[in-house]
């Protein structure tokens, strides 16, 4: 036999191995939990360390009403049953995508895009359940073994074909870094439902609305989230449509058409959702900010404060789609999943002059009411540069810097001005 058909083989009959269904305990059956003890414990010292970059990196949201929310939701998820196992801790990570995930020390993170994309608290205690349930069942650790025993068969390849790579690099850090990418983006059909069922048991119990379980997954599907494309790779992970079917099958709520008031979950998300906004524009996803900005006006909710902030986000958002048409006919490729093209690019470039209109507009009106003229002046100079109208620019931008000084953008609008002057 080669020495290329002896890996392959290696690796296949290391791949069925890998696959075997693992028997991992929940944490709560601590008297037969002694298995994997290695295993489990460098998960959750790499777990640890995985929380501390994330709060060095200054990644959470911090908001006293939402984290407030948060814990008393935990509080009535979680029972003291449960937590005498593991202590859980719920953050809001600065993530514009719709996502979470738990690690398996008890540590559970709610993209700001998921919470400002559902309608109520019942809808974020039962995803706040279903991360919680992933820790009870272990599935990081189960994760974990999998990835092991089927990474070693590429270690095993990697040690004949290129013995010195290896020894640079740590089977088990290799491992986890893969099983916390595991934990991010879905942990398979079979966890996933199994999540699903406990996750449901567990705000059941707690006394939330039964079918906003299975309402959750219908406001989400109206949302066509970019991160999808961007980072959610594992094929198994059930579809919410197939999820919503079979929670669909467990509720037994006899106060199914009682009327839940949403108001009060979206005061306390409103300024989350300004924020999110941000972070989509920073991420350069345009078309998803807009459609964000666009949904929130329908609000009745809103005061006269947040839709001043409102309409200067979208000009923001108008004014950088026809500066970076680019990056907008990129977006699109991602979210159609269509190859990013130069005809692409002369597509949406046929679009420019309406969306820098549609800016001008909302500037202008800005500057007439006299509301936020700074932010108005800013955008106004940024497309008098793009346009090349280098005095106009000037004037504008200078105009921005003398209203706000301490802005965060101080020194790139400054370094702007400068070039202008350079060039003249």
Do not use: W
Not at 90 to 118: E, M, Q, R, W
Not at 283 to 288: D, P
């Amino acid at each position: 036999m080669s020495l290329i058909n002896y890996i392959l083989s290696f690796l296949l009959l290391a791949l069925i191995y890998g696959c075997a269904p693992q028997n991992i305990i929940p944490i709560t059956d601590i008297q037969n939990r002694n298995s994997h003890k290695v295993d489990e414990k460098y998960i959750l010292e790499q777990s640890d360390f995985f929380v501390a970059q994330i709060k060095e990196h200054g990644l959470i949201y911090y908001d006293d009403s939402l984290n407030n929310l948060i814990q008393n939701l935990k509080e009535r998820i979680i029972t003291d049953d449960i937590e005498k196992y593991v202590n859980f801790n719920f953050y809001i990570v600065k993530d514009p995508t719709i996502n979470a995930f738990a690690l398996d020390n008890g540590n559970i993170f709610i993209h700001s895009g998921l919470i400002c994309n559902v309608e109520n608290e019942h809808q974020l205690a039962f995803i706040m359940a279903h991360e919680a349930a992933h820790v009870i069942k272990r599935h990081m650790l189960r994760g974990f073994i999998n990835f092991k025993r089927k990474t070693i068969a590429y270690k095993f390849a990697d040690i004949i074909l290129s013995p010195l790579t290896v020894y640079s690099l740590g089977l088990s850090s290799a491992v986890v870094q893969l099983t916390i990418m595991y934990s991010i983006n879905g942990y398979g059909r079979e966890m996933e439902d199994e999540a699903d069922r406990l996750a449901f048991d567990l705000f059941r119990s707690a006394g939330f609305k039964q079918d906003e379980a299975v309402l959750v997954f219908d406001q989400l599907n109206e949302v066509d989230d970019m991160g999808g494309l961007e980072y959610f790779f594992y094929s198994t992970h059930p579809t919410n449509i197939m999820r919503k079917n079979v929670l669909q099958t467990l509720i037994n709520d006899s106060i199914l058409n009682k009327n839940i008031n949403n108001e009060n979950f979206k005061n306390l998300t409103k300024e989350l959702q300004l924020y999110n906004i941000s972070l989509r524009i920073n991420k350069k996803h345009y078309q998803y900010a807009l459609y964000e900005v666009l949904n929130l006006e329908k609000s009745r909710f809103l005061d006269d404060d947040y839709r001043i902030k409102l309409m200067t986000l979208k000009g923001d958002i108008y004014q950088k789609m026809y500066t970076n048409i680019e990056d907008v006919a990129f977006e699109y490729a991602l979210k159609t999943n269509r190859k990013y093209t130069a005809k692409l690019v002369v597509e949406f470039k046929s679009k420019q002059e309406e969306y820098k209109k549609n800016a001008m507009l909302i500037f202008n009106e800005m500057l007439n009411k006299n509301i936020a003229i700074d932010k108005a002046y800013r955008g106004l100079g940024h497309i008098a540069y793009q346009d090349k109208k280098y005095n106009e620019a000037k004037a504008y931008l200078t105009k921005y810097l003398e209203f706000n000084e301490n802005a965060e953008d101080y020194r790139y609008i400054n370094s702007i001005i400068k070039k202008i002057d350079s060039a003249q």
